[in-house]
Structures are given as C-alpha cells and as structure tokens.
C-alpha cells in the first residue's frame, strides 16, 4: 500500500461521523447497511449521511452496492487490513513484538 492511499483513509476517518459510520459496518459485517438504518441508528441527518458516506467510498474504506432501489454499504476490509499493514510494517525495529498479532476478522 502507498503512503498516499494511508493518509487519505487516515483523514477520512478522522471525523466522529465517518468513525462510527466506519465501525458501525465492520461491526455490521458483510451484509452492510443501508443508508436508512444508518442514518436512523447514529442520529445522523441523511445530508449529512450523504456527505460522510461518499468521503468513506473516495478513501475506499467502504464499498456501495445497488439492491433494487436500496444502497448497501460495507466496510472494506482488505482496504483497511492493508492500512493497518503499513502503520505496522518493520514495527519494533526488526525485534520480536511485545504486542500480540491482532486476530484476522472472521468475517
């Protein structure tokens, strides 16, 4: 992963909107949320929404789908995963890591 593509989703998630946005779809998993039961579960206006969701998708955190007249969306994990890789790239300074590997999400 670029150091372009890190910042860019680092920025993204670094407003309290796209944050529970973001994790409400990892907690959600691979069936994703429609804007709807987002906007109602978060108290976020559907403007709002709008906006914060297509900030999300140019940093390709999450990914849309169209299912009839409904937009699904769901976090992208590899996306992320790939983030995660790179913050912790050649941690430690080549030693052996104090911290546990985190777990791969099993979704």
């Known amino acids: 992963m670029e150091e372009k593509q890190v910042i860019k989703a680092l920025a993204a998630l670094a407003q309290p909107h796209r944050l529970q946005i973001f ?14 039961v987002m906007a109602e579960g978060l108290g ?9 969701l297509k900030e999300l998708l140019h940093a390709d955190l999450i990914s849309q789908e169209r ?23 050649n941690c430690c300074q080549g030693e052996a890591c104090l911290v546990e590997e985190a777990t791969a999400c099993p979704c």
């Open 23 to 36: 994790r409400a779809l990892v907690v959600t998993g691979t069936q994703g949320l429609t804007p709807a």
């Open 44 to 52: 976020v206006p559907a403007a709002t929404l709008s906006f914060h």
């Open 67 to 89: 299912s009839g007249r409904n937009l699904i969306y769901r976090a992208q994990y590899a996306h992320m995963s790939g983030v995660l890789a790179y913050l912790t790239q």
